[in-house]
């Protein structure tokens, strides 16, 4: 269940940041009529095998992306602090763990706004990886 854990590890370290506004976790299209809100997608790459014996230990990689929704005409400094406090809390090297499987941030960076008739959404990547 390293994989479970891996996203626990993640979804717990956002879960517990101050000021969390409402969290679409299983991408079931939240929308929050005019409100804040982040959207979570993991977007797991291919396992990487360390060691060529049985016992050899795997390393899951991929990208943790928190999307920031922003209602339209809120303002740049509106999207912009939601936009650095995901930056903030998910810095590269931080470590954090969770029922034993370690998960190590490796490079967080932002991509440019999509609009939409209601929304600015603006994702987020976290680029992880994860002995096991």
Do not use: C
């Not at 396992?47 to 999307?67: F, K, P, R």
């Not at 930056?87 to 998960?103: E, N, W």
């Amino acid at each position: 269940m390293s994989e479970t854990n891996l996203r626990a590890a993640l979804d717990n370290h956002l879960h517990t940041m101050a000021s969390l506004p409402d969290v679409d976790w299983l991408g079931q299209g939240l929308d929050q009529a005019g409100q804040i809100y982040y959207s979570v997608n993991v977007l797991p790459a291919e396992d990487i095998t360390v060691g060529m014996e049985s016992g050899g230990s795997n390393v899951l990689a991929g990208i943790y992306q928190i999307t920031v929704n922003v209602p339209k005409n809120s303002g740049k400094a509106v999207y912009m602090t939601e936009i650095e406090k995901i930056r903030t809390r998910f810095a590269r090297s931080q470590v954090m763990t969770y029922d034993g499987t370690t998960v190590a941030l490796h490079k967080v960076f932002s991509s440019a706004g999509i609009t939409d008739e209601n929304y600015l959404r603006f994702p987020i990547s976290i680029i992880y990886r994860a002995a096991i």
